[in-house]
Structure formats: structure tokens, C-alpha cells
């Protein structure tokens, strides 16, 4: 029997957890923190056991991964590099769904001495988006074409019908990381010349697209897309952009919360209050007599009436409810609060869109080339997001152990011999793209 790790039970773990116990030849082992929640998502099966787990513990992680086949870090992507040189030292496999650091790309020939694969990046954005691109991106070289316009954007979002908070977004994973990706600055190429954008202008710089039949979305642009011309060997490509879907409005919302400060990871200097409003008010330098949602606008520059200033109103930063006592930072107590404010209800369902855009140059013509994937969760259920985060880790894991995967060393899932079977695999499941092609009248 193969024995499977998985460090962590967080929001898209159950998915991986219920994939990996169906395969009969596999025992597979949660660690979390807390344990209750690995033992909810295992459910008594007898292939799987739950384990209280301490993150910082360093010897006992390794006790964990010396005793696994394959490792899979569902952690916060700052532990990766330290489980991966656990794993390197046992020999042991590793999947992870988080963006490679460069620490990690540095264990690249450690890994292949070991003869062990760290392949990162398996989930859903990043993970389903590299292998959806790489399979039309290797079709269109196939066929004697090459790419000169590529665009991808991906959107984790609430289902129309349940879009009913005025931020128009709901949690279905960490809100944290959310929060954090609203800081991250932006790179990309637009018809030849790199574009840079500072985090603090990151809400300033989208534009409304449209994506047939299923709306209207803002989109702005993901991290830094320029690396990507050579992950992809777009080398023709004078375009080069990855991108963000988001229902209208939160752009111009997350801008004014970036503004106010609220994304701030450092403790508040002289601030004595103890309420969400207390907090903004001290952000601001707002008197005690001032009307605190009128000063908020005048310092974003808005009316008191703007849609904006009514979105922070309803989320409770100009309110009376106390901060957390075991928190001490603007950003984690927003994290708080708005796990409180927008979760998704059990009952709910949320929706992924991916939508990617190529122009393909062939030698008589061009053609415009979309490739779509619109997925839901399943109430009471999985969410959208963890399934298509999860079972991608999950799909490779089998694959690892099944030796249908044979390279070694630190990798992404852009080779052939990795994407086309979990694609494969992923659309058995109904998570499917759907592909248009028309050519380009000059």
C-alpha cells in the first residue's frame, strides 16, 4: 500500500482527501493543525488517518514525510521550501498547488540527484490554467502556427445567484490570500512593450470584458505575466498577459480599502481604539467630531453618497463592532471580517471562469482562438474552487505513484505527459473547457 501525506486541512483539501481515498491502494495521511477538521473530511474511512500536526515542529514534519510515498503541502506557500528539503532528504515526491519561489527553483538539482519530482503549481490558477494554455499553445505549433497574442484570465467568484453582498465576491478560500494578491504589483506585454504597474495602482488598471454567456466581469491584471513568454516558449508573442475576473465594481472598492490602509500588516502606531470604525478613523486622522463615513470620502476623494463609501459602510469599517483581541494588524482584522461578511453559505454555490484568448499565425491566415471553462460548485457540497484546486494535486499524486510520470527535479505541469492526462481526467469529471476557432479577416 502506498501511503499519501497531506499537510494541511484547509477550504479545497476535502476534494483531494475524498479523490485519493477512493483508490484502493492507498492510505493516505492528513496533519493539520487542527485536527477535527482532517478527521470531518476522512470521515472514518479506514484508508485515511488524521494527525495533530504543528507546522513550526520541525522534527516531527520529518517524521511524517520520512513515512510517505508521495508528500502534499496544502501549508501556506512559505512552508514549501522547508517540506520540500524534508522530501529531497528522504527521497520522497512532492506536489504543491502554489506559485514556484525562487528558494524552490534553486532545489531543482538537488531534486533530480535525489531522483525525486517537486512538481508545483498543480491547482487551478496557477495549475489548470498552465495546462489548458500549453495543450492549444502545443496544438497551434503542431499545426505549423505560432502565437503572437496570448490572453488569460481567471475568476473564483460567487454563482449569479448567489451574488448578493454589494462587493459582489465571496470567500471560498483563504481570505487572506485574496487580500494579500490585492498588493502584488503587475507585469505584462501589450503589443510589444512591457507594462508595469506599481501594487498600490494594481485597481486603477482594469477593463471590462466580456465573456460569452456568462457576463460581464472586471479584469485586472495577475503578478508578473513576462516569465511566461518563455514557461509557454511564446516567442513570437508580442502580447503576453494574465489576468483577474471579477464581478464589476470590486476594483474600484479594494482600491479605496488599499487606500484608507486597511491592507497594512503592521500593528497601528498610537491607536488605542478597539472598534472597526475606532481603526479607520485612526488610519485617516479623523477627529472624533468628524462623521466618520463623510471623512473617509473626503479623504478618498468621493461623495458621502458614492457606491463605494455605502460597500465599506456595509462591511463594517465606520462601525461599532469590537476588533479581534487575538489579532493586531489592519489586515487581519479585515481578514476577520470579512470571513465574516462574505463566506459563501453552505447551500450556495460558487463559479470558476477561465477564459483564455490566442491569435494564431499561420502561414496564409490568422485566427482567434478563446478556450472557456465555466464551473459551479455543488451545494452543501464542494466548492467550485476546491475541486478544481485539489483534484488536479490529486490527479498527480496517482500519476506519480502509478510511475506514469518519470521526470525528476522542480517543475510545472506544461509538459504534455503531465497536462494531457489530468485534463483528460478533469473533464471525466465535468470540468471542461469549451473552444471556439475563427479566422481573422485582414
Known sequence: MKHVLVLGAGMVSRPMIQYLLDQPEYH?????????????????????????????????????????????????????????EMCIRHKKHMVTTS????????LDARAKAAGILILNECGLDPGIDHMSAMRIIHGITNRQGKVVSFRSTTGALPAHEANNNPFGYKFSWSPRGVLLASRNAAQWLEQGKEISIPGEQLFENYYLQDVPGVGTFENYPNRNSVPYKDIYGLQEARTVYRGTFRMTGWCETLRSIVALGWLSEEPPRGFTGNTYGDLTRHLIKASQQDDLSTAAARYLGLKPSAAIIKRLNWLGLFGTEPLPTDKNNPLDYLNVLTLKKMSMAPHERDMVVMHHEFIAQYPRHQEYVTSTLVDYGIPDTDTSVARTVALPAAIAVKMILQKTIAIT????????AIYNPVLDELESMGIRFVETSEKITP
Do not use: C, N
Not at 479506514?46 to 508528500?71: I, R
Open 409 to 416: 527535479g522542480v517543475h510545472i505541469p506544461v509538459l504534455p
Open 99 to 106: 506559485y514556484v519561489s525562487d528558494a524552490m527553483k534553486a
Open 28 to 84: 493516505v495521511i492528513m496533519a493539520s493543525r487542527t485536527v477535527s477538521k482532517a478527521e470531518h473530511m476522512i470521515q472514518g474511512h479506514p484508508q485515511g488517518k488524521a494527525f495533530a500536526l504543528d507546522v513550526t515542529d520541525d522534527k516531527k514534519v520529518e517524521e511524517f514525510v520520512s513515512q510517505a510515498d508521495v508528500v502534499v503541502s496544502l501549508l501556506p506557500y512559505t512552508y514549501h521550501v522547508k517540506v520540500a
